[in-house]
C-alpha cells in the first residue's frame, strides 16, 4: 500500500530525523536540503487539526485525496493552477467553486 503525505508531513518526518539542526541529527545532505526546501517554499499547513480541518473544507468539492493533497502541497493562486491539479476540472468544478478554493487556500494555507 502506498500513502500519500503532504509536504508538511515530510517536513517534519525530516526534522524528526535532525534535519533542522546544524550539527548531528540522523539526516543526510540530501535529507537537510530537502528540510531547507520545504521550509521556505511549499510546506503548507504545519499542524495535522489545521491540516484535517482544511480537508473538511475541501469536502464539498468532491475531490480525490490526491487532488485535496496537491492543492496543500501547491497552494494554487489562480484557477489555471486549479484546472491542472483537478482531474476533469472542466466537467466538475464551476468557476464560483474554484474560485472558493482558491479562497480557502489563500485563507488557510502558508504561501
Do not use: W
Not at 39 to 45: M, R
Not at 79 to 100: G, I, N, P, S, Y
Request: hydrophobic residues 45%; charged residues 25%; aromatic residues 4%.
Amino acid at each position: 500500500m502506498v500513502a500519500l503525505i503532504t509536504n508538511s508531513e515530510v517536513l517534519q518526518v525530516l526534522k524528526d530525523r535532525g534535519a533542522d539542526l546544524q550539527l548531528g541529527g540522523r539526516a543526510v545532505g540530501s535529507e537537510k536540503l530537502a528540510h531547507a526546501y520545504l521550509e521556505n517554499n511549499s510546506a503548507g499547513i504545519r499542524h495535522a487539526a489545521a491540516l484535517r480541518e482544511f480537508i473538511d473544507m475541501l469536502k464539498p468539492f468532491n475531490l480525490t485525496r490526491t487532488e485535496a493533497l496537491s492543492i496543500i502541497n501547491t497552494c494554487p493562486t489562480s484557477m489555471v493552477e486549479v484546472f491542472l491539479l483537478v482531474d476533469r476540472c472542466d466537467t466538475r468544478l464551476t468557476e464560483e467553486q474554484m474560485e472558493a478554493i482558491l479562497d480557502l487556500v489563500a485563507m488557510h494555507l502558508k504561501h
